[in-house]
């Protein structure tokens, strides 16, 4: 049963595409009848598969489908940079991240707006919190996001099980507040930065248990550089709070 403001909150899924073909129906068709009353933004960086054709051809059929044409593939976190703007500039009370290819399971997106309409500033759907867990993963790949999760924890002292979760609902009030348009990072760094700022803005961060599939269509956009980058990323803003630190005792001695 639906939470009785959920009705009320105008939610927007934000979902980036790049060759989706084979699953933009599927989660549009999924999104919508889990909730029925959100708004669903396609950000496609100029398929040329014709993902953002399909995905329009859905909107007239269903409503509630819009999409936002890009002429390039700039990445994941500068389509989400973009899609949350216009997300919120149409209006968004909470704005949700959720990928293309069917690895984030629809049916858990009223829960997520649920946690976020009663008081949570991000709601993540966590794959590490008891009853969370990954589905039909390689063991490499497994090992790399438990391990990545963990030293990003650790570094930079995150109490969050899952800091590079894709599936999360924000409220556009703590997006606004993380400034969140000036996050530079992509991929995974993009969730860790994202999850970073808002926790340094005293933001309310509840994990929610998902079982994670992996893509069974389509091909996946993991790479060697998207893991790199997040490992430099939780150096850089480890020494960017080093300095604050720092700073902060030699202003106040």
């Given at each position: 049963m639906q939470p009785l403001g959920f009705l009320l909150v105008r939610s927007t899924v934000v979902v980036p595409t790049y060759n989706e073909i084979e699953n933009i129906e599927r989660v549009c068709r999924e999104v919508l009848l889990a909730a029925p009353n959100v708004q669903i933004l396609v950000v496609d960086d100029g398929s040329p598969d014709g993902t953002a054709d399909r995905a329009?051809?859905?909107?007239?059929?269903?409503?509630?489908?819009?999409?936002?044409?890009?002429?390039?593939?700039?990445?994941?976190?500068?389509?989400?940079?973009?899609?949350?703007?216009?997300?919120?500039?149409?209006?968004?009370?909470?704005?949700?991240?959720?990928?293309?290819?069917?690895?984030?399971?629809?049916?858990?997106?009223?829960?997520?707006?649920?946690?976020?309409?009663?008081?949570?500033?991000?709601?993540?759907?966590?794959?590490?919190v008891p009853g969370g867990r990954t589905v039909n993963w390689p063991t490499r790949r497994r090992w790399l996001s438990r391990w990545g999760n963990r030293y990003a924890a650790g570094v930079l002292g995150l109490a969050i099980n899952d800091a590079t979760a894709g599936y999360r609902a924000y409220s556009t009030n703590a997006l606004e507040r993380m400034k969140f348009e000036t996050v530079k990072a992509e991929g995974y760094g993009f969730q860790i930065e994202m999850t970073y700022r808002l926790?340094?803005?005293?933001?309310?961060?509840?994990?929610?248990?998902?079982?994670?599939?992996?893509?069974?269509?389509?091909?996946?956009?993991?790479?060697?550089?998207?893991?790199?980058?997040?490992?430099?990323?939780?150096?850089?803003?480890?020494?960017?709070?080093?300095?604050g630190r720092r700073r902060r005792r030699t202003e106040g001695a």
């Open positions: 329009e051809e859905l909107g007239r059929e269903l409503g509630h489908i819009s999409v936002l044409r890009r002429t390039e593939k700039n990445g994941l976190g500068n389509a989400y940079r973009a899609g949350l703007r216009r997300a919120i500039d149409d209006g968004a009370e909470i704005c949700v991240q959720m990928d293309a290819d069917l690895s984030h399971d629809p049916a858990v997106l009223p829960a997520l707006l649920a946690n976020v309409e009663h008081g949570a500033d991000l709601a993540i759907g966590s794959r590490y926790l340094r803005a005293d933001g309310k961060i509840v994990e929610f248990p998902i079982t994670f599939h992996d893509r069974t269509e389509g091909v996946s956009k993991m790479s060697g550089n998207i893991i790199k980058e997040a490992m430099l990323l939780v150096l850089k803003l480890w020494v960017a709070d080093f300095k």
